[in-house]
Structures are given as structure tokens and as C-alpha cells.
């Protein structure tokens, strides 16, 4: 059985205010959500020494930090305190991540400076300076390796530590991120694990839009296709590019039996597909994937990472998800889709029923029909199917919650009694979170010494 290992990412925003004597003191802003918060998990409150500081920089440096130490805190090891200033947060319902504290330290937390910049237009303001009151942070976990389906225990169990002791705004244009990777080297190492993959997506791609994203698109952003702007999507297929007798390598099997389907030969997806196939290296086959940068709009469905770790790279295939949630069900079942994926492709010997998949994806339609049927013939079990319909109700009901949140002004005020420290010129970006020391600047997605044995 493939080796298959899953990771998450979540972007989100952290509110929070100062009470002058700690966090158990109810001195300061009172919590302006008034009766709407009682429901909620509290307000995060920091001590009015952090923001005692000359520097106006220093203190925004200091209080960014001091959240962040919450959230790594409470998600991962609760009930810690900060340089005996202090408990960081008591609560009850705070659980420890299992294991030894060697795994628990694999997990990163990183600012982040995306899910701010999105904020700043749903907030009103009346002059121009405002208490710049959240802090965003990036949550990364290492690569878990996935035995058994469903067995995300670290995962879950950190999502609803955040959600219950945080109130949280996901960044809703891309706050949440999947990666899957196989074996212990990645995908760079079993190309045609690689191409299998990568044809999967590129002829499944409507097919997982519907299941990843929602189909009410709030703010009007889409992420882009990989089958409309990537590099692949734009080359001018010609004739040659469909008469391919071989790929040569271990990839000309798994080829034979994809051109062997005559409804798949017909299809127009064809010589993108051949191409896919010819390539001879995994650079080649990131490089085809890749949407070229444009802006905000550079965000694409999928990515591909197959650099070394020594380069900076991650290993790894990426599922983004567009104004989603991080309801713990609904990440867990996704991880059981991305999973199966890559287990599907990455299984050496299931060559007539690869071969089946591809030919029904771009030959039938895009009914809901088709969706089921192809998520079905990669192992995605019924429950799954059935919890991940339920998502558009989920989510919006969440943000219906934050969306209330930004009204009562949780997420911002314009008080000219808060301390200066808390006051910035509006459109400052120097503010915005961006510190190459924070954490020692951990890697994304690293793995320990016992994986790479």
C-alpha cells in the first residue's frame, strides 16, 4: 500500500484587544460584539504591557507576537506561560496535540499578510487613523502520514481547539490549503505517479471545483483554472502533438492503455494529455502546471511543488479552496478526497481502471451524476459524498457569524481613546505583519529525521 501524507494550511485573522491588568482582568474595551458574543468563543485580550513601548514599530512587532504565542499555545500545548509575564490563555477546552512534543514542534505558525489587506474594505472608518486591532497568521502542519481513512487526528484536533478558543476570521479568497505528497522522497521520485496525477486534474478539474468550492461566490473572486490559464492550457496544439506513438521510460505502459481508449483518442482533451505523458522530467511537468502570476488573480486550483527541500520547495501537490470553511468535518472529508486521489495515482497496477477513469472524465458531463461517479471511482465512500454536500450550509452560516462580527465592530474601531500604540495612519503598510524572525522563520511542511529513513 502507497504511502500517502497530507498537510494543512490555514490563513485567518485573530481579533483582540488590551486589558491593562493580564488576561483574567476586565479592564480596557469592553467587548463591543455586546450580547451577539455570548455564543462565541471570548475576545482575545492582551496585557497593556505589551503595547508600553517607545517605538510605535516595536509595539506592533511585540503584540502581533503575543497573539501569535496564544494561538501556538492553545492549539498545541495550552496552558503555557509566556517568560512568567503571565498565563497566555486558560481554558477548558483546550486539548494538547498527541504525541511527543518533537511532533507537536513540526507544526509551524507564520503571519501572514493576506487575510488583513482583504479585511481593510469590509471595515468603515471616519477618520484616518483606526485601531489596527487583529493580527493574521498562517497555520502549516507537517506532512501526517494517512494510514487509514479516515485518520486525521492531529489535524481535527487542532481545528477545533482554534475554533473554539479564537474568534477567528478565515481569509476567505484562499485561507485554506491542502497538500498531499506519497512515499517517503514525494512526487518527484515516481513520475508516472506524477503524470497520473496531474491527469487527473487537469480532466477532473470541474468535477473537484464542485466539491472544493462554493458554489456562491461572495466577494465575486474565482480561483483560476489550471484548464484555462496555465501554461499547458496556452500552447497551440498541433498536429503531431496527437499522433504520439511512444513516451518511452516506464510511463509508455501506463500511455499505451490511456491510447488504447478510442472515446478518449477522439476527445479534444487528447494532446494536452499526450503532452503530459512526453515529458521526461518532473521540472517539466510543475513548469506545465503552473499559472503565470497576475496580480491578486494569481491563485490557481491546484499547484505543483516538486522542488527540493533545499531549494525551498514543499514536495507536494496543493488543493486551495475558495471562500471555504475550517469546520473540522468538512477539512476531514476533504482529506479523504485528496487522499484518494493520490492513492489512485499512485497504485502500480491499476492500469484498465486509471484508464476508465480518464476516458468517463472527458467524455461524460458535468452533471451532479458525473461528479459522484468520479469521486467514486477513486475510492471516496459514500458518507464522505454526503457530508461534503452539506458544505455550502456550513459555510454559510459561518459567515453569517463573522459577517456580524464586522458590523458590531469585533474586527475594528475607529476610538480615539484607545492607547496611540493601537492607532496607525490608515493605509500604512509597514503595519501589516511581515517578520523574518518570527519563530525563527520555520520551514513549511518539514519532515523529521525518523520520516526520511
Not at 46 to 60: C, E, H, L, N, R
Not at 114 to 128: K, L
Not at 206 to 220: D, K, M, N, S, Y
Request: hydrophobic share 35%; charged share 25%.
Amino acid at each position: 500500500m502507497v504511502v500517502v501524507k497530507v498537510g494543512v494550511q490555514i490563513q485567518f485573522l485573530v481579533p483582540f484587544y488590551w486589558s491593562e491588568g493580564g488576561q483574567d482582568n476586565n479592564h480596557g474595551p469592553s467587548d463591543p460584539a455586546g450580547d451577539f458574543a455570548r455564543s462565541l468563543p471570548p475576545l482575545t485580550k492582551i496585557p497593556f504591557w505589551v503595547v508600553q513601548k517607545q517605538s510605535k514599530d516595536d509595539a506592533a512587532a511585540l503584540r502581533r507576537r503575543h497573539v501569535a504565542l496564544k494561538v501556538r499555545h492553545t492549539i498545541f500545548t495550552p496552558n503555557l506561560n509566556d517568560n512568567g509575564k503571565g498565563p497566555l490563555l486558560k481554558t477548558l477546552r483546550s486539548n494538547p496535540i498527541p504525541g511527543s512534543s518533537s511532533d507537536r514542534d513540526r507544526w509551524c505558525i507564520h503571519q501572514e499578510e493576506n487575510s488583513i489587506r482583504e479585511a481593510r474594505p469590509n471595515v468603515h472608518f471616519s477618520n484616518s487613523q483606526y485601531l489596527h486591532d487583529w493580527c493574521g497568521l498562517q497555520i502549516c502542519s507537517p506532512l501526517l502520514q494517512i494510514d487509514s481513512l479516515p485518520d486525521f487526528g492531529d489535524i481535527i484536533i487542532a481545528l477545533v481547539n482554534l475554533r473554539e478558543n479564537f474568534r477567528i476570521r478565515l481569509n476567505s479568497s484562499c485561507g485554506t490549503h491542502l497538500h498531499v505528497s506519497i512515499g517517503t522522497d514525494g512526487w518527484r521520485n515516481d513520475l508516472v505517479a506524477l503524470k497520473k496525477m496531474m491527469t487527473l486534474l487537469w480532466l477532473g478539474e470541474a468535477h473537484l471545483e464542485v466539491l472544493i468550492h462554493p458554489a456562491r461566490h461572495r466577494t465575486g473572486a474565482h480561483l483560476r483554472r489550471i484548464t484555462e490559464s496555465s501554461t499547458l492550457a496556452g500552447l497551440r496544439m498541433r498536429k503531431r502533438h496527437w499522433n504520439v506513438d511512444k513516451v518511452g521510460g516506464p510511463s509508455d505502459r501506463w500511455f499505451q492503455h490511456l491510447r488504447a481508449r478510442r472515446r478518449l483518442l477522439c476527445s479534444d482533451q487528447w494532446a494536452r494529455i499526450a503532452f503530459i505523458w512526453k515529458q521526461a522530467t518532473a521540472e517539466k511537468l510543475q513548469s506545465l502546471l503552473q499559472v503565470p502570476a497576475r496580480g491578486s488573480r494569481a491563485k490557481a486550483n491546484f499547484v505543483l511543488d516538486v522542488k527540493k527541500e533545499s531549494k525551498g520547495g514543499k514536495g507536494t501537490v496543493e488543493f486551495r479552496q475558495m471562500e471555504g470553511t475550517i469546520h473540522p468535518e468538512i477539512i476531514e472529508k476533504w482529506g479523504i478526497v485528496v487522499t484518494c486521489l493520490a492513492q489512485t495515482a499512485a497504485d502500480g497496477n491499476n492500469f484498465d481502471m486509471f484508464a476508465n477513469i480518464c476516458e468517463g472524465l472527458a467524455c461524460d458531463g458535468h452533471a451532479d451524476y458525473h461528479h459522484v461517479k468520479f469521486l467514486s471511482d477513486v475510492g471516496v465512500d459514500r458518507a464522505t459524498l454526503s457530508a461534503l454536500a452539506i458544505k455550502e450550509n456550513i459555510a454559510e452560516e459561518e459567515y453569517k457569524g463573522v459577517d456580524a462580527l464586522f458590523k458590531k465592530g469585533a474586527f475594528g474601531t475607529n476610538d480615539p481613546s484607545f492607547p496611540l500604540p493601537y492607532r496607525v495612519k490608515q493605509g500604512i503598510d509597514y503595519e501589516l505583519m511581515h517578520d523574518e524572525t518570527f519563530f525563527d522563520n520555520q520551514r513549511y511542511f518539514s519532515e523529521s529525521e525518523d520520516d526520511k529513513v
